[in-house]
Every structure is written in C-alpha cells, then in structure tokens.
C-alpha cells in the first residue's frame, strides 16, 4: 500500500455513473502535489443500482482506491462513520460522489489546514441548485448559526477538509454529519470557511427531500444539547424543572391566598389542576437533570479530558507520572 498522508471519504448511494469521473478528477487534483500520498474511501451506502460492481472495479485497478459496503442504507452520517474508522491518513477530506463538489478545490482547502485551521468548511457561493433546495438550506444554515453559535454561510457543504482527530472526536449519527462544523467549533476547533466551486448534477437525482429537512431540525436540537449542556445536563434539565416548578408554586400560593382571604372555592378551579402539574414536573425534570449528572459522572474518565488538550510543552514517560492514592491507609 502507498504511504497516505490525506483520506478522501466518499459515501455513495446511487451514483454508479459518477464514480469513474471522481477517481480520474480527485488523481488530477493530487497531481499537483505530488508530495502528499492519497487514498479514496467509498462507501457503499444501501445502493440500488450497479454502484458497489463499479467501486470494486475502481478499487481493483487502482491501489489508491478502497470501498465499503454497508449492510443496508444508514445514511450519510453512518457511512462518514464507517469511512473515518478505515482513514489511514492524517488529514481528512469529505465529499459528495454526484460530481457537484470539485475535486480541484483540495489543494485550498489543504492549504487552509497548513494555516492552521482544524477544519475547513467549502461554501457554495453560487450554488447549482433549484431555488426549492436553496432556500430552506439558507434558512437552516441561519438557524443553525444562532443556535450554535458558528456562523457559517453554508453548514451542510459535503466537502471539507479536516485533520482526522476531529472527525474522530464529534459524534456521527443521525443527520449530525450536517453540523459537523458546529461540533468541532464547539470542542475548541478552529473552525474556518472557504468558497469553492460547485456544479450542476448531471446524473442522478437529489437524495434530499422533506423528511431529511425535519429530520435534520430534530438534529438541530441534539446538537444544541450536545454543545451548550452535554457535560452540565442538570443546567438543561435543572432550569427548567425550577422554571415549571416556580410558575407551578405561584399559581398555586395565588390560589391559596384567594382560599384563605377570599373564601372561594377552588377545588374545581383548572388553574389549582395546572399548578400542581407543573410543580410535579418541575421536580420530575430537577430529577432527571441529577440522574443524568449521577450518569455521566461515572462514565467520565481521565481520557475523556485527555481529548480536550490541544497541545503539549513536553510530553511525560509513564515513570514520570504519580501513582493515584487509592487507600486511605497510604502512607
């Protein structure tokens, strides 16, 4: 096997008309830096026509070129998944296998990573696209910056370039390879944009549709409570349970005092109904946040902050690292 410094991961689903194209164009692109070993990663994502016969041609004929088969359609966050696991090199770049991304866009986008971005996301300034598919992706990508806090013109761009600890430490389910720049941002990545070309399908067919839109919003708010309290989910849970839990007390000391001071009735009131609701699940919801805290504090290790150092002065031998007291009785 060559020597391979970047990973070029290509999940398909239908495009056996393409493939042959993007290997050629992605070799043209590397031609220019003949310094940087590559390999190409399909993966075979539930295909229904002869694109799996194609990729194991293309793998045959070319020792640069490898592919996956999934077992069924997980979809494209899945295979990204499947495809990072199999990356030999230090460097990762993503993209679509429809030929709408440019292989001849690698080059700037590695160039970006040597300036020390993590990761580098392409965005389509003059996308080829229909206006049906433009303008939902705007408004998404505008939600997305609010919500996470990356502003970006264009979040769900399939190419990117990214040092492979980073697709290695954001988590890949779902549709979360959309927010993929946001997770990276979130951990401390440097995160940056690049515009890049983009081109019209030839062939095939947009695999996006409405469902992949409301999956995609439901998605959003995972990865709001990933990033904002995914190591404080008793901040999440907490706050609102005292939220509910309060506006819960209020309205029922209210109807207490017009009880005692007023002499009415309330026991048919919907407002005692309403009150004792919401302090029941204010205390329900203060619960789940400390369970959850009980959770993660004992899946939390030592490798999990590990992770988070970005870089080191020196690097310790094990000798050189203190043995942890574990007795009471140490001396």
């Known amino acids: 096997m060559p020597d391979v410094q970047v990973s070029v991961l290509v999940p ?8 042959a194209t993007l290997v050629d164009e992605i070799a043209a692109a590397f031609a220019t830096m003949p310094e940087v070993g590559y390999e190409v990663i399909f993966v075979d994502d539930g295909s229904d026509d002869g694109s799996w016969a194609v990729m194991r041609e293309l793998a045959a004929a070319s020792e640069r070129v490898r592919a996956l088969r999934l077992r069924r359609n997980f979809g494209k966050a899945a295979a990204l998944a499947a495809a990072v696991d199999e990356a030999r090199g230090e460097r990762i770049i ?25 990761l580098v996301s392409g965005h389509k300034a003059d996308r080829k696209d229909p206006l049906g598919k433009r303008l939902p992706s705007k408004f998404f990508n505008m939600m997305t910056g609010v919500i996470t806090g990356l502003k970006l013109n264009d979040h769900n761009c399939g190419l990117k370039a990214a040092r492979t600890e980073v697709y290695r430490r954001v988590p890949l389910y779902g549709e979360l390879h959309r927010y993929i720049p946001a997770l990276a941002h979130q951990t401390g990545y440097k995160v940056r944009e690049l515009a890049v070309n983009h081109r019209p399908r030839e062939h095939g067919s947009s695999k996006y549709g409405f469902e992949r839109y409301v999956r995609g919003a439901i998605d959003l708010l995972t990865v709001m409570t990933i990033t904002k309290y995914g190591r404080r989910p008793a901040h999440l849970f907490g706050g609102l349970g005292l939220a509910s839990g309060m506006i819960g007390f209020l309205m029922l000391a209210y109807l207490s005092i017009v009880k ?8 048919d009131r919907p407002l005692l109904m309403l009150g004792i609701l919401l302090v029941i699940l204010g205390v329900q919801m203060i619960s789940i946040g400390l369970i959850a805290e009980i959770v993660l504090h004992r899946t939390a290790n030592r490798r999990e902050a590990t992770d ?7 690097t310790l031998e094990p000798a050189d690292v203190a043995e942890p007291k574990t007795s009471l009785g140490a001396k």
């Open 12 to 19: 398909v689903k239908d495009e056996e008309r393409t493939l």
């Open 94 to 118: 993503t993209m679509d296998a429809d030929l709408q991304d440019d292989p001849a866009e690698v080059p700037r986008l590695l160039a970006e990573l040597d300036d020390g971005a993590d």
């Open 260 to 267: 005692i001071f007023g002499g009415e009735a309330i026991g």
């Open 308 to 314: 988070l150092i970005a870089e080191r002065t020196k």
